[in-house]
């Protein structure tokens, strides 16, 4: 979780991702951050993120991210 959220803070250090839960939702990452964190999750956990798993559910917040990261994985 600790790489995940240095991704995060890369991407956008004054949002709190530890406590927000509609980072999509609620317009904090626009489309080009979540493109760019997308491609940075494929390459620092060695997953693929389909078409379908875009989707404002997995990635409103760091633990729905986290969860979907480890789904891909398993």
């Given at each position: 979780m ?15 991702y ?21 491609s ?5 956990f060695?997953?693929?993120?389909t078409p ?9 917040s760091?633990?729905s ?10």
């Amino acid at each position: 979780m600790e790489k995940l959220m240095a991704i995060l803070r890369d991407i956008d250090p004054d949002i709190d991702y530890e406590n927000e839960k509609h980072l999509i939702d609620d317009g904090l990452l626009d489309s080009m951050q979540v493109l760019e964190l997308v491609s940075t999750l494929e390459d620092e956990f060695d997953i693929e993120v389909t078409p379908t798993e875009l989707v404002p559910a997995n990635f409103n917040s760091a633990d729905s991210m986290w969860k979907m990261i480890g789904r891909l994985q398993g």
